[in-house]
């Protein structure tokens, strides 16, 4: 008997109404399975978007970027079909639904308009591809690895360990520069200047064994050395070689310095120091007046 009575109240509290959506009654037990749902897909997504994109899809030939959009777009799917049938056990049908956007969107209107434009925009980026995670990007004056693209923002890592969140309407409407885009191959440009005293030829030689001894140094295309241009107190040479991958040109740009640097001791190649030249005036008399004397 006293079990009957605990079921009858449990029920009598799970079907106490709330409130009411276009004449469908929301009671406690349709919000506590609402709940129960909503929580199961947002777990199911999460273990989905970790299988695929670190065992499954690690089987086909696809790159990081790739693999990090697909997982993230099954997760969104997963988390609209679990909402939508979430909503289901609340018996609300479509017109109720149709009812709460139009509340939302006019709440978009006042004040959510920057979250809809990051929204819009990490679609834009997951689809279009400007960026993709592992990319080395430079948004305004710091620069980067992509970590993680997010429906509402982007992390970024600095090249300090520094780990930025980025709004994803700055890559849509802002200009970006992507260095790894495509092809990670980048044109590495070492400048140097020589005494106008030196051999030019004995110049070219020292700066084309640079490039060719150097191990990361691609072959193709091939490097060039230019005499960029007449300074004030040198020629000033011009490098360039191409390295398979942006993320190491300061320390090919650190390692090809130096090695400039004992090569044309070798070779005994003199870089010079700034010079300014001076002309001072000799300094002329000028004519004082005096006053009479009284």
Not at 146 to 161: D, G, H, M
């Amino acid at each position: 008997m006293e079990t009957e009575d605990i079921l009858s109240r449990v029920r009598s509290v799970l079907e106490f109404e709330l409130f009411s959506l276009q004449s469908d009654p929301i009671t406690i037990g349709n919000i506590i399975v609402f709940l129960v749902f909503l929580i199961g897909f947002l777990a199911l997504e999460s273990i989905v978007r970790r299988v695929m994109q670190n065992k499954f899809l690690k089987r086909f030939d696809i790159d990081d970027g790739l693999q990090f959009t697909l997982a993230r777009v099954a997760q969104y799917i997963i988390v609209v079909i679990g909402i939508l049938i979430s909503f289901q056990f609340l018996e609300i049908n479509l017109t109720s639904l149709a009812v709460v956007f139009g509340l939302l969107s006019v709440g978009i209107g006042f004040g959510l308009q920057n979250i809809t434009a990051n929204f819009i925009s990490g679609l834009i980026i997951m689809f279009e591809r400007p960026i993709s995670v592992g990319d080395r990007v430079q948004v305004g004056d710091k620069e980067g690895d992509v970590t993680e693209i997010s429906i509402r923002s982007t992390k970024i890592r600095t090249l300090n360990n520094i780990s930025i969140i980025v709004p994803n309407n700055q890559f849509v409407e802002n200009d970006v520069v992507n260095f790894s885009h495509g092809d990670p191959t980048f044109r590495l440009d070492i400048n140097v200047g020589v005494s106008y005293s030196s051999d030019l030829d004995k110049v070219l030689k020292a700066l084309n064994e640079i490039a060719k001894e150097h191990p990361k140094v691609m072959r193709v295309p091939e490097h060039q050395v230019h005499l960029s241009n007449f300074g004030d107190s040198s020629w000033d040479m011009e490098l360039r070689v191409w390295i398979p991958n942006v993320k190491e040109r300061y320390i090919l740009r650190n390692e090809i310095n130096q090695a400039i640097v004992r090569k044309f001791e070798e070779y005994e190649i003199e870089i010079p120091f700034p010079q300014r030249d001076l002309h001072v005036k000799s300094s002329v008399d000028l004519p004082v007046s005096r006053k009479p004397e009284s």
